[in-house]
C-alpha cells in the first residue's frame, strides 16, 4: 500500500435505493464514519440520487463517483447525461464496469472514449477492469487485462495516467456474477501487471502513482486483506456497500491498516 496517498474506499450502490433510501444510507454511514486524513471515502449512488445525495454528505467524510456517462459533451444523445454535466457533482466515475461491458454491450473503444471524457472534464477515471470466468479458464487472464487497460489508456498523457485510477475487478469474484474469492496471489499478479504495462507505455512515475484497487465481493471481513496486499490502494465495494455497518466496517480496515503503516520505520 502507497505510503503516501489515502486509501480509497469506493461504495459502488449499483441500481440499489431510490433517494429516499439513498438519504437514509448518507445519514448512517455519516453518524459512523469519522473524517480520516489517510481514507478517502468515495460514495457512488445512482445517477438520479448523486445530486440530493451531494447536498446532504459531509465533504470532510466523503466524495461522489457517478457509475457512467455518455462520452459526447453535449447534444442530441436521448436518455444520456454528459461527463461535463457531472463535473460539479462528481469527483470519481466508474468507467468500463464489467457490468456494462457484459450487460449494455461497452466496447472497449466506448470504455476508452469514455476515459477520455473524464479527464477533458476534469473527473478522475476509475477504470475497472476484469476477466471473466470463461477468459480465466481458458487462460486469457493477462490478454483481457492488457487489452482493457491499454485501449483505455492510450490517448492520455503520463500525468492523466498517474491521476487516475485502476480497479481490478475480477467477474467471477462479484457477488453477484460468482462470488468465487480470489486469492491472493492472483490479485497481486494483475496489479503487477497493471503497473508494469504503464510502466512500459508511460514511464515509471506513472505506474508508481496511478492508483490500483481491488473489487470483488469485499465485505467488512474480508477487507483487511485485499488492503493488505502488496501494491493494493483501495477496495471497491458493491453489495457491502449497501450496508452501513459493513461498509463503515471496511472504511475502518482501511484506517487500522494506513494507521499501522505510518509507523513503520
Ligand atoms: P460486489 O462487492 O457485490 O462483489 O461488487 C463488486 C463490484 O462490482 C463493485 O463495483
Known sequence: ?????????????????????????????????????????????????????????DRRKFRLAAQNAFYKDEGAYT????????????????????????????????????????????????????????????????RVIHDQLTTAIMPLTSEEVEQMVVAYEPVWAISTFGHELAKPGEIEKVFRLIRSEIKELYGSNAAENVRVIYGGSVDDQLAGGYLELDDCDGVLVGAASLNYKQFSGIVDSAYRLEHRSEKKP
Open 1 to 57: 500500500m502507497s505510503l503516501t496517498k489515502p486509501t480509497l474506499v469506493i461504495g459502488n450502490w449499483k441500481m440499489h435505493l431510490n433517494v429516499q433510501e439513498a438519504s437514509l444510507l448518507v445519514h448512517r454511514l455519516g453518524k459512523h464514519i469519522k473524517p480520516h486524513r489517510d481514507v478517502e471515502v468515495v460514495l457512488a449512488p445512482s445517477l438520479l440520487a448523486l445530486q440530493p445525495v451531494s447536498l446532504e454528505i
Open 79 to 142: 436518455g444520456e447525461v454528459s461527463f461535463t454535466m457531472l463535473r460539479e457533482l462528481a469527483h470519481y466515475v466508474l468507467i468500463g464496469h464489467s457490468e456494462r461491458r457484459i450487460y449494455f454491450g461497452e466496447t472497449l473503444e466506448n470504455v476508452r472514449d469514455k476515459v477520455q471524457a473524464a479527464v477533458r472534464n476534469e473527473i478522475t477515471p476509475v477504470l475497472c477492469v476484469g476477466e471473466t470466468k470463461q477468459e480465466r479458464s481458458d487462460g486469457q487472464t493477462r
